[in-house]
């Protein structure tokens, strides 16, 4: 595997753990 290439995926990931999280708090504020 290309070393440019996990990182771009390991990039990916980490937006689109941001992004999760951004929405799962928006859930719970809207919740409580």
């Given at each position: 595997?290309?070393?440019l290439t996990f990182k771009e995926t390991e990039k990916i990931c980490?937006?689109?753990?941001?992004?999760?999280?951004?929405?799962?708090?928006?859930?719970i504020i809207q919740l409580n």
């Open positions: 595997m290309n070393p980490i937006e689109i753990i941001i992004n999760h999280h951004e929405v799962f708090a928006k859930l």
